[in-house]
């Protein structure tokens, strides 16, 4: 029988024309049993199975034979990509087999596995059943006469047998059935829930696809069986060696300190967190003071219950880079562990090192791209792009989210737009992938009381007395001072230049990076005009973060030293940095970022009371800035009605203000609306504007999806952070020779180095607003490398604030 090659490699010890083949047969089966084996427990293994058997049905036909062939014998000839599509076979044959039958949910598992099969060669993942203009792109995609013909014979023969492959089939209209019935228990009959549900299931299947399809041919390529790629992780014997450690630590802090009331206190909920252990799989709030060790307290209890479910793993996300750095780090020492723990972010990548070898690498790699690891230290960003975003890489690491322990750090920083995508994702998780998700923050949001709520486990809160444990960590008094029209930036560097006297240090919190520099300036004329020893620093995104890292490190010496010390910072200040001033200073914002300032402030008891003043700035423009407004306002509204600045962080008053900081949003809004006012959360639900257009262009009910969810629009559109930002090379310290090497000839045989580089030298790159690269062009401040990295002129970055946005004076040169 014709062999046809699913891959093709240069045989070992051969010369190049000779040519090793992984089979299509082959390849089917093993793609087919790891997506069936990553699936049990899912409710969807036999449909998993289906899918990877059939995935590269179009490989079996002489024209991808001619195509793959052509490409071996000449690599500098190459046929393009998509000379042969040979990616809609396979749903197109389960429509051909299947589709006549008359039984309930067989049209559903064609097209779920279909659209499946059609999108895993998609750089941008999965696509649409029905476009948001209404074109039915799964019929025509299943339709297409570019599909090759199929030799039937050797699939029946060397694949899978008609018998076995009708009941294979008949496995997964089952799981569909028993699919639908549970969704739609879960979803309570809420259609929007329900399609959203089946959506999600789609990307997981879509998620299995592509890992397994990857790691399939990744072994091929390395001339090693799949199995051997795989990490095989005893998570129950990790979760029993990490949770004795940490319990040891825990221990050790409290026989060291035993008579300390923070230490007292900080036992009391860390125990209760421990109790909560537990209790059932669900989504749970952890509602902790800063302070109050929630990174130990929080672990402590992912250990315990992840031992008890037997989880697989232990995902902890929090917003910003610095944090993970921080908490990875010291979890890393406290568990003494290895490459058990996984940080993920965009500052850390697999480095080419020499003393890690080859395979050391691939191995490395292959976890952070699978997710594949007992314990991921990840940000938000990563996290919603692995949800929402339209990109094969993110997506391929869906599946590994099933049957976890999710930690949500921060969990207030959740935007807005995200809050129904994020309620009906972590529903899911928790109703049909056996997750258990824990929100842990100071300030708890209200996500319980919207519309689309986050369906919070009964008895989900972990602390039995919120009241107490908020009261057995005050160690703030907090005052307000909001002025009609608010302070002159003058007046308000002026008190905090001779605050910082009395109390010896102080740090002051700004909304903008402008009022930030404005402040800071203003501070150092006045400290210098009245001749006063006083350190004045300054910390904004506009200081690349190897400079932000060099500037907390001087602070914390001078801190420890009781040296004066006024720092003006923006809110990266807020959250992640261990730091303890006796004063702090927060330009008028939402409770929750006033809540994290005031984590800043006497942070560790160093007297009984520090003071957290807030004040309000004059023509402090947040128009760019909703949420932030928004919250400002809320908090305003609260103290001119009555409540007491010194009562802003109780529970009671921050659930009051969450409700009315989410009322200030349509619906729309928080269904992530885009400008043509469709919103995301319909696209990967119903998708009604689709299903609209569809009937007024004439469409037929027959010829309707059973689906109609919009993936590839809804991936193309979502993103979490502005993506309209550039990064620019800074001339500070070893940005200098970093800078010169992009800007040199780089031969091709550098190709390596060069991206190694590049991963180095993003701690010396300064993320810029499109506006802002614009200005700095105008000036003609920055230019382009040969390496195509822009770069700024040493001139325009100043040792104090960062990146110069002004032309600066020079009396002897015109620029």
Same mark, same amino acid.
């Given at each position: 029988?014709?062999?046809?090659?699913?891959?093709?490699r240069?045989?070992t010890?051969?010369?190049?024309?000779?040519a090793?083949?992984?089979?299509?047969?082959?390849?089917?089966q093993?793609?087919?049993?790891?997506? =069936?084996k990553n699936?049990?427990g899912?409710g969807?293994?036999?449909?998993?199975?289906?899918?990877g058997?059939?995935?590269d049905?179009?490989k079996?036909?002489?024209a991808?034979?001619?195509?793959?062939r052509?490409?071996?014998d000449h690599?500098d000839?190459k046929w393009p990509? =998509?000379?042969v599509?040979?990616?809609?076979?396979?749903?197109?044959?389960?429509m051909?087999r299947?589709?006549?039958?008359?039984?309930l949910?067989v049209?559903?598992?064609?097209q779920?596995?279909?659209?499946?099969?059609? #999108?895993h060669?998609s750089?941008?993942g999965? +696509?649409?059943?029905?476009s948001?203009?209404g074109?039915?792109?799964?019929?025509k995609?299943?339709?297409?006469?570019?599909?090759?013909k199929?030799?039937?014979i050797?699939f029946?023969?060397?694949?899978?047998?008609p018998?076995?492959?009708?009941?294979?089939? @008949? #496995?997964?209209?089952?799981?569909? &059935?028993?699919l639908a019935?549970?969704?739609?228990?879960?979803?309570?009959?809420v259609?929007e829930?329900e399609?959203f549900?089946f959506g999600?299931?789609?990307k %997981?299947l879509?998620?299995?696809l592509v890992?397994?399809?990857?790691?399939d041919?990744a072994?091929?390529?390395?001339g090693?069986?799949f199995?051997?790629?795989?990490?095989h992780w005893d998570?129950d014997?990790?979760?029993?060696?990490?949770?004795?450690?940490?319990?040891?630590?825990?221990?050790?802090?409290?026989?060291?300190?035993?008579?300390?009331p923070?230490?007292?206190?900080?036992t009391?909920?860390s125990d209760?967190a421990?109790g909560?252990?537990?209790?059932p799989?669900?989504?749970?709030?952890?509602?902790?003071?800063?302070?109050?060790?929630?990174?130990y307290?929080?672990m402590r209890?992912?250990?315990h219950?992840?031992?008890q479910? @037997?989880k697989k793993?232990?995902?902890? %996300?929090l917003?910003?880079t610095s944090?993970?750095?921080?908490?990875?780090?010291?979890i890393r020492?406290?568990?003494?562990?290895?490459?058990? %723990?996984?940080?993920?972010h965009?500052d850390?990548?697999v480095e080419?090192?020499?003393?890690?070898?080859?395979?050391?690498?691939?191995?490395?790699?292959l976890?952070a791209?699978?997710?594949?690891?007992p314990?991921?230290f990840?940000?938000?960003?990563?996290f919603?792009?692995?949800?929402?975003?339209g &990109?094969?890489?993110?997506?391929?690491?869906l599946?590994s989210?099933?049957?976890?322990?999710?930690i949500?750090d921060?969990?207030?920083?959740?935007?807005v737009k995200?809050?129904?995508?994020?309620?009906?994702a972590?529903n899911y998780?928790a109703?049909l992938?056996n997750d258990?998700?824990v929100?842990?923050t100071?300030?708890?949001? #209200?996500?319980?009381?919207?519309?689309y709520?986050?369906?919070?486990?009964?008895?989900a809160e972990? +602390?039995q007395d +919120?009241?107490q444990a908020?009261t057995?960590?005050q160690r703030?008094?907090?005052e307000a001072?909001?002025?009609?029209?608010g302070m @002159?930036?003058?007046e308000l560097?002026a008190?905090?230049?001779h605050?910082?006297?009395?109390?010896?240090?102080?740090l002051?919190?700004c909304?903008?990076?402008?009022?930030?520099r404005d402040?800071?300036?203003?501070?150092r #004329?006045?400290?210098?005009?009245e001749g006063?020893?006083l350190?004045?620093?300054?910390?904004?995104?506009?200081?690349c973060?190897a400079?932000?890292r060099?500037?907390?490190?001087r602070i914390?010496?001078?801190?420890?030293q009781?040296?004066p010390?006024?720092l003006?910072?923006t809110?990266?200040?807020?959250a992640?940095?261990?730091?303890?001033?006796?004063?702090?200073?927060?330009?008028?914002a939402g409770c929750?970022s006033?809540?994290?300032?005031?984590?800043?402030?006497?942070?560790?008891?160093?007297?009984?009371?520090g003071?957290v003043?807030?004040?309000s700035?004059?023509?402090e423009?947040?128009?760019?800035?909703?949420?932030?407004?928004n919250?400002?306002?809320?908090t305003?509204?609260?103290l001119?009605?009555?409540t007491?600045?010194?009562?802003?962080?109780q529970?009671?008053?921050?659930?009051?203000y969450?409700?009315?900081?989410?009322?200030r949003y349509?619906e729309?809004?928080?269904?992530?609306?885009?400008?043509?006012?469709?919103?995301l959360?319909d696209?990967?639900? &119903?998708?009604? @504007?689709g299903?609209?257009?569809?009937?007024e262009?004439?469409?037929?009910?027959?010829t309707?999806?059973c689906?109609?969810?919009?993936?590839?629009?809804?991936g193309?559109e979502?993103f979490?952070?502005?993506?309209?930002?550039v990064?620019?090379l800074?001339?500070?310290?070893?940005?200098?020779?970093?800078?010169?090497f992009f800007?040199?000839?780089i031969?091709?045989w550098?190709?390596?180095?060069?991206?190694k580089?590049?991963?180095?030298?993003?701690?010396?790159?300064?993320?810029?607003?499109?506006?802002?690269?614009?200005?700095?062009?105008?000036?003609g401040v920055?230019?382009?490398?040969?390496?195509?990295i822009?770069?700024?002129k040493?001139e325009?970055?100043?040792?104090?604030?960062? %990146?110069?946005f002004d032309?600066?004076?020079?009396?002897?040169c015109?620029?």
């Amino acid at each position: 029988m014709k062999i046809y090659a699913a891959h093709l490699r240069n045989a070992t010890g051969k010369n190049n024309s000779a040519a090793e083949v992984q089979t299509v047969a082959e390849h089917l089966q093993n793609v087919s049993a790891i997506m =069936g084996k990553n699936a049990e427990g899912m409710g969807v293994a036999a449909l998993a199975r289906l899918i990877g058997i059939l995935h590269d049905l179009g490989k079996i036909s002489e024209a991808f034979q001619r195509y793959i062939r052509h490409n071996f014998d000449h690599p500098d000839k190459k046929w393009p990509r =998509g000379t042969v599509i040979h990616s809609t076979a396979g749903g197109a044959f389960l429509m051909e087999r299947y589709g006549d039958l008359d039984e309930l949910g067989v049209l559903e598992t064609i097209q779920l596995a279909g659209l499946v099969i059609f #999108s895993h060669h998609s750089p941008t993942g999965l +696509l649409d059943f029905l476009s948001p203009e209404g074109k039915n792109l799964y019929q025509k995609r299943l339709e297409s006469e570019n599909s090759p013909k199929i030799d039937e014979i050797y699939f029946f023969h060397q694949v899978i047998s008609p018998t076995d492959l009708d009941s294979l089939f @008949h #496995s997964a209209v089952k799981e569909v &059935c028993s699919l639908a019935e549970t969704i739609g228990s879960c979803s309570k009959d809420v259609l929007e829930t329900e399609a959203f549900y089946f959506g999600m299931t789609e990307k %997981i299947l879509y998620s299995l696809l592509v890992d397994a399809d990857w790691m399939d041919s990744a072994a091929f390529s390395q001339g090693k069986n799949f199995a051997a790629m795989e990490q095989h992780w005893d998570t129950d014997t990790v979760w029993h060696n990490f949770s004795q450690k940490l319990e040891n630590k825990i221990a050790g802090f409290q026989n060291r300190y035993p008579s300390n009331p923070i230490t007292r206190a900080r036992t009391k909920v860390s125990d209760e967190a421990l109790g909560a252990a537990s209790r059932p799989t669900g989504i749970y709030r952890l509602s902790a003071p800063t302070g109050s060790g929630k990174t130990y307290a929080s672990m402590r209890f992912a250990l315990h219950h992840a031992l008890q479910k @037997h989880k697989k793993h232990i995902f902890v %996300i929090l917003p910003y880079t610095s944090i993970i750095e921080q908490n990875a780090r010291d979890i890393r020492n406290v568990l003494q562990a290895g490459e058990e %723990i996984l940080e993920y972010h965009s500052d850390m990548m697999v480095e080419d090192g020499e003393e890690i070898s080859e395979e050391e690498k691939n191995r490395t790699k292959l976890m952070a791209e699978r997710w594949d690891v007992p314990i991921v230290f990840t940000t938000q960003v990563q996290f919603f792009n692995t949800l929402f975003a339209g &990109c094969a890489s993110a997506a391929r690491r869906l599946w590994s989210l099933c049957d976890s322990v999710i930690i949500l750090d921060e969990a207030q920083t959740i935007p807005v737009k995200c809050t129904y995508l994020f309620n009906q994702a972590m529903n899911y998780l928790a109703d049909l992938q056996n997750d258990t998700i824990v929100l842990c923050t100071a300030t708890q949001p #209200s996500l319980g009381a919207l519309r689309y709520p986050l369906n919070f486990a009964e008895h989900a809160e972990m +602390l039995q007395d +919120l009241s107490q444990a908020f009261t057995a960590f005050q160690r703030t008094k907090i005052e307000a001072e909001l002025p009609l029209g608010g302070m @002159h930036i003058d007046e308000l560097a002026a008190e905090i230049v001779h605050e910082t006297e009395r109390e010896g240090n102080l740090l002051l919190i700004c909304n903008l990076t402008k009022e930030a520099r404005d402040l800071y300036d203003a501070a150092r #004329s006045i400290a210098d005009e009245e001749g006063l020893q006083l350190e004045i620093d300054h910390l904004s995104t506009k200081l690349c973060p190897a400079h932000r890292r060099k500037i907390l490190d001087r602070i914390k010496k001078h801190l420890g030293q009781k040296k004066p010390l006024l720092l003006i910072s923006t809110q990266l200040i807020e959250a992640g940095v261990d730091i303890s001033f006796a004063s702090v200073y927060r330009v008028l914002a939402g409770c929750s970022s006033i809540a994290q300032a005031a984590g800043r402030c006497n942070r560790h008891g160093e007297r009984q009371y520090g003071k957290v003043k807030i004040v309000s700035l004059e023509n402090e423009n947040l128009s760019y800035l909703p949420d932030i407004a928004n919250g400002a306002q809320v908090t305003r509204d609260l103290l001119s009605t009555g409540t007491e600045a010194d009562m802003l962080l109780q529970p009671e008053i921050i659930q009051k203000y969450f409700e009315a900081f989410y009322g200030r949003y349509t619906e729309a809004q928080k269904e992530y609306s885009l400008k043509s006012g469709i919103t995301l959360l319909d696209l990967l639900a &119903c998708n009604d @504007h689709g299903v609209q257009a569809f009937w007024e262009q004439g469409g037929e009910e027959e010829t309707l999806p059973c689906f109609t969810q919009s993936f590839q629009k809804a991936g193309k559109e979502f993103f979490v952070i502005d993506r309209n930002t550039v990064g620019i090379l800074v001339p500070y310290e070893q940005g200098e020779s970093y800078i010169t090497f992009f800007d040199s000839e780089i031969p091709p045989w550098k190709t390596g180095e060069l991206y190694k580089k590049m991963r180095q030298a993003q701690a010396y790159t300064i993320n810029v607003f499109s506006w802002e690269l614009n200005k700095l062009e105008e000036n003609g401040v920055i230019w382009k490398t040969r390496a195509g990295i822009f770069a700024l002129k040493e001139e325009y970055y100043d040792e104090n604030i960062g %990146i110069h946005f002004d032309i600066q004076k020079n009396d002897f040169c015109f620029i």
